[in-house]
């Protein structure tokens, strides 16, 4: 955690470095710590499961190997008053408390010992002072001692507090006769380490990329995978940086937005699945003509499409034929049912119905004002457990949530909401 002035920059290259987390990384710092406390929780656990106390009892019990984690912050004064500070400062203290037993290590560096709080620095063996200024300071920290007054002013040269103070020196990673040398001598000295490293090295905290593009998307090896297994990713989870899909085992989709442009947009990303797809739009949509799309867009189309769906369906349904082969988009919803008769409305109720038995899967995409309507199709729809939303879970009265943010904040761009049985995540999406 490189809080201070770039000063752990150069080393973020070395191949045991996992990576490097700045000050202003509020979502990637939020990411950290609950990767933490998993990791932490899981380690304990495998103590408790072998009945030791330490990961090196653990090792010798269990043949098992666990790395060492060392987490160094440079500069935890600067994380005051930060949105992070209280979950991180929580972290921090558990790692200094519980860490040393399960192969955690923490190195924090302060500008003063009165800006750490003294539930946390109690928990510190360890405890050493760089020349300063004030020989107060450097009192307070290895206790009363001449050394403090007479240390000289050397890179390197510290006072540290175990049985007795000792005066050290801590090796310089290189040398250099100025600071501009040393910076560049320690660049070059990274880089022949990273070039010659060939064991394994550890994961970077997942993150999205700021902006998902269609490039970025579907280059991925797991989107790519997902669309050989013949299922259809939605996004990428903002938590794991996977390939969220459509589970057909939990039903039909719906897609909640009031901008039509993000509508077509999942229609063209659904497009690219193995299976054919159907589309019911408004006389008058945006959407543009698609390779394997076939889109009914006037009544008679309508009464047509969907009279031979019915005819296939009931077929595939006597042979418990199951295999996705088609998707049924219903595009903008609350339009398209003014332009759609009870006979019809019936229609579409069955196939949106049975059609998941048979292998024909439906995508409903629709505005928050589906609540206000009162047709057959409209009310089947709201019952659906798994869907795509838009815009603020608080902004719509559609679908309930259990795990609902208290104080939701405005989605970013690309942000949307999953939700599956009545519990959501977020997701970065191609639309816009």
Same mark, same amino acid.
Do not use: C
């Given at each position: ?28 710092? &939020? ?7 998993? #990791? ?5 656990? *495998? ?20 790395? /060492? ?15 992070? #500070? ?62 403090? /007054? ?24 290189? /040398? ?6 040393? *910076? ?11 070039? &010659? ?18 490039? #970025? ?38 897609? *909640? ?55 296939? *369906? ?119």
């Amino acid at each position: 955690m490189d809080f201070g002035t770039n000063g752990l920059a150069p080393l973020g290259q070395l191949p045991q470095v996992a990576d490097t987390l700045l000050l202003d990384q509020t979502e990637k710092i &939020a990411k950290f710590v609950r990767i933490m406390e998993r #990791e932490l929780n899981r380690r304990k656990k *495998l103590l408790s499961d072998y009945g030791v106390g330490t990961l090196e009892l653990y090792r010798q019990a269990s043949g098992q190997q666990e790395p /060492a984690i060392v987490i160094l912050l440079d500069s935890y004064e600067s994380m005051k008053e930060e949105a992070y #500070e209280a979950e991180l400062f929580k972290l921090l203290v558990r790692i200094s408390r519980e860490g040393l037993s399960i192969g955690v290590h923490l190195l924090v560096t302060a500008g003063r010992q009165s800006n750490l709080r003294a539930q946390f620095y109690a928990n510190f063996k360890h405890q050493l002072s760089l020349p300063q200024n004030d020989v107060g300071e450097v009192r307070s920290i290895v206790g009363s001692t001449p050394l403090a /007054a007479t240390m000289e002013d050397i890179k390197g040269r510290a006072l540290m507090k175990r049985d007795e103070v000792d005066v050290i020196q801590l090796a310089l990673p290189v /040398a250099g006769a100025n600071d501009a040398q040393v *910076l560049n001598n320690l660049r070059q000295e990274v880089a022949s380490l990273q070039e &010659a490293w060939t064991g394994q090295r550890p994961s970077a905290i997942p993150m999205v990329p700021e902006e998902l593009t269609e490039a #970025e998307f579907y280059s991925r090896a797991s989107v790519q995978a997902a669309y050989k297994q013949g299922l259809v990713p939605l996004g990428l989870d903002m938590e794991t940086v996977e390939p969220i899909t459509w589970n057909l085992s939990k039903g039909n989709l719906l897609y *909640l937005t009031d901008k039509e442009e993000q509508m077509s947009a999942l229609t063209e990303q659904i497009a690219r699945g193995k299976q054919k797809v159907i589309v019911l739009a408004p006389k008058y949509h945006n959407l543009p003509e698609m390779e394997g799309v076939t889109i009914l867009a006037s009544p008679e189309e309508y009464l047509e499409g969907l009279d031979v769906m019915e005819v296939k *369906l009931q077929e595939r349904l006597e042979k418990k034929q199951r295999e996705h082969v088609a998707t049924v988009i219903v595009y903008n919803l609350t339009e398209l049912v003014e332009e759609l008769n009870s006979e019809v409305l019936e229609t579409l109720a069955y196939v949106l119905e049975k059609g998941l038995r048979a292998g024909y899967a439906s995508v409903v995409m629709s505005s928050p004002v589906l609540t206000k309507h009162i047709d057959v199709v409209s009310k089947s729809v709201r019952a659906y457990k798994q869907a795509i939303v838009a815009l603020r879970l608080s902004d719509q009265s559609v679908l309930t949530v259990i795990n609902r943010p208290i104080r939701e904040p405005q989605l970013e761009e690309q942000e949307h909401y999953y939700i599956a049985d009545g519990l959501t995540s977020k997701m970065k999406v191609l639309m816009m």
